[in-house]
């Protein structure tokens, strides 16, 4: 474990880019893995989560490979995977499992998923128990956790789904089981969750209809599906983009132009909150990139006041609490979260994690079962941590977030281990740098 100090910062000015979206670029390699032919990708996110996707897809018969800024994908087909030797490593990362589980229980293959001590935490029920009414058969250790086996059922059989919770990654999962099932697989969302999936496997070339029935969507596609190859680009990680945002509002006298943010409206609600909070943010140069919305981000400080946040606003920024968390420790007034259940069961508990670390470096707040409470700043400094590291809990986007804080805070902020922050973010702290410097 590597602690790190982030110290009070100047102003964050200049212009920076964030790297690939994370969901875009799993998303990315494992339909490239399923296309018949070459895929290339540009922008990809080469954080370990998505790395630990492609060494999974290549164990599964797929060539994934650098090329240049590129990589290329030459994949297998759909229905093909091979049965990949010894069991499948996905470190930290809950969405090559969830999404690659849904993607054997439609093979006739069998694997074994494990991870590190936060993922062998999370939740797999969720995806077991939809892809098991497909057929897959699941060993999973107690409480439905990693290490699990399973074995997929080729042919499957086809399914409708209410999502129970709303997680794209469940989406996702019993989408791409679909793919390779006889017969029409759909999944009926009650709340609206990130919607790439839907969006690149039409670029795929795969038929998948959307309506809208009594309010819910019912997403469906028929299989078995062909995927034709083709080349992605990557917008920027909005996720990775709001730390800067949030650091931009918060620190005096910035103002950072933030490029190529990704805004697709399932992922672009800590936008609309932050400026619910008064943030000065201008959208330059809109544009669509790899199908989705994108724009360049112009962030200069604000003084923030703080709000309730809508719950019906949590699936489209459920990334982004944490370090809505530190905006709101710098806001004036009190700023109200609900709804947030789902964070107790993310890469570590995050409303416990960040109330912790939070209060750690003197923020005022109220835990919830189901929110925090934040009594802000007013826009003074954050007293910053004392002797004692704040616990980043194997979180990146605890690590990052309290980070942020160290820029806004009195004596900076030190956080135990910075090492998890490579899952999704690898250039964060050299970024942090060179717009403060
Ligand atoms: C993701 C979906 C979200 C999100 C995660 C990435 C995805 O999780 O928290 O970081 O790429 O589909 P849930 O599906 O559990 O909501």
Redesign the pocket.
Known sequence: MTPHRFMPSGPLTGRVRVPGD???S??ALMFGALAVGRSRITGLLEGEDVLATASALRRMGARIEPDGEDWVVDGVGVGTLLQPDGSLDMGNS??ST??LMGLVASHGITAAFTGDASLSKRPMS?VIEPLSRMGANFTPSPGGTLPLMMEGMQPAVPLTYRLP????????AVLLAGLNTPGTTTVIEPVP??D??ERMLRGFGVAVTVEEIGGERHISLTGPADLTPCDIVVPGDP?SAAFFAVAASIVPGSDLVIENVGLNPTRNGIYRVLEQMGANIAYQDEREVGGEPVADLRVRHARLHGIEVDPALA?SM??EFPVLFVAAALAEGTTVTSGLD?LR??ESDRLSAMAAALAAVGVSLEEREDGLIIDGSGGAPIRGSANSAVESHLDHRIAMSMAVAGLASEGGVAIDSIEPIATSFPNFAALIEDVTA
Request: charged share 30%.
């Open positions: 994370k969901s875009i799993h998303r809950g969405t969830r999404l969720r919770v709303a997680s794209a990654q469940v989406k996702s969750t990130r790439h999936t996720s699936p459920i990334d789902e069961v993310k």
